[in-house]
């Protein structure tokens, strides 16, 4: 049992010795509080720490008996799960993909058969951009809620409501049973969160993931968002990220290898101090989701053909 140093988020400069009666400025916080997300427990010393540790740990039996639907998932940052809201419905007379219903992506099982990668026609691609278009939309709703106190279940909301009033599907709702209608991912989720009643605060980065399907097509599209004031490495984080995603749509084209977008991509992430997350890629997008071709983020041997449709 010893208290360690502040989480590094954490300004710790002003913070007091909470021991009774001690009040002297602290210098260490909690593990175990750090661990669970439980804000304060400041300490001054060791001694005062270990004091404090019949009644201190009482805090950590009580956070314990909260919502957590993974016991035994091991969390990397502070950052817990929430309890979620119902999943929300769209009405019938909207267009859906195949999985809707039935949470299974049907079309995309099939096309995982072939090694082909789909060229989208010029009447493909005006769909597509108008899809697109509605998407960029939709995202812009959500931008204008986000701020401390809002919940990531309100923000998908927004989103689910923006959509259906353009006639369109929320493509994430019911894709392999996924429960809500967009992805928030907030400060060290990678992607693909799922919104819950947890609210935002102050210094949070959030990540809002929109897809939306319509006239047969999906548009996918995502933006980082800074809550309230943030820290300047975390502005750094999401403007090098920004950087390596332009610096890698710059160079699509026609006869450009793979691996040459994810060389820009890892080369600039690692000028600048970063690295880049290999779990996940871009991808092929048209009247399936997700599908051919996978687009890595670091080198590949692929070489890229005029009329694919891919997010970056």
Same mark, same amino acid.
């Given at each position: ?16 010795? &909470? ?33 404090? #540790? ?12 909260? /919502?957590?639907? #993974? ?43 072939? %090694? ?28 204008? $809620? ?14 689910? &409501?923006?959509?259906? &009033? ?8 019911? /894709? ?12 060290? $989720? ?23 399907? /319509? ?7 995502? &933006? ?11 502005? *750094? ?20 290898? /793979? ?18 997350? *290999? ?19 670091? %080198? ?13």
């Amino acid at each position: 049992m010893a208290a360690c140093d502040a989480d590094r988020t954490t300004d710790i400069t002003e913070k007091l010795c &909470e021991t009774r009666d001690c009040n002297k400025p602290a210098k260490l916080q909690c593990p175990t509080c750090i661990k669970l997300g439980i804000k304060g427990s400041f300490f001054c010393s060791q001694e005062c720490f270990k004091g404090s #540790w019949k009644l201190h740990k009482t805090v950590h039996k009580k956070e314990e008996k909260k /919502y957590n639907p #993974w016991p035994h998932f091991q969390f990397t940052g502070i950052l817990r799960p929430f309890p979620k809201t119902d999943t929300r419905t769209v009405p019938a007379h909207i267009g859906r993909p195949d999985y809707a219903d039935t949470g299974i992506a049907i079309g995309e099982q099939l096309a995982r058969r072939s %090694a082909s990668i789909k060229v989208l026609s010029s009447e493909e691609i005006k769909k597509m951009r108008l899809v697109c278009k509605l998407a960029r939309e939709v995202l812009d709703e959500a931008a204008k $809620v986000i701020k401390p106190g809002v919940t990531a279940d309100e923000i998908d909301r927004v989103v689910h &409501e923006a959509s259906v &009033e353009r006639d369109c599907y929320p493509s994430p709702l019911n /894709y392999y049973k996924f429960p809500k209608s967009c992805c928030v991912s907030v400060n060290e $989720v990678i992607c693909h969160g799922i919104p819950d009643t947890r609210p935002l605060e102050n210094g949070d980065i959030c990540n809002v993931d929109v897809t939306v399907y /319509y006239g047969g097509h999906h548009g996918d599209l995502n &933006e980082t968002f800074f809550v309230g004031t943030v820290s300047e490495s975390r502005k *750094r984080l999401v403007q090098t990220a920004y950087e390596c995603m332009m610096k890698g749509i710059e160079i699509v084209k026609p006869g450009v290898r /793979y691996r040459e977008i994810g060389q820009e991509i890892q080369r600039h992430a690692q000028q600048h101090g970063c690295s880049v997350v *290999r779990t996940y890629c871009g991808h092929g997008i048209h009247e399936l989701f997700h599908t051919a071709p996978n687009v890595p983020h670091y %080198a590949s041997k692929m070489v890229l053909i005029g009329g694919y449709l891919m997010y970056l």
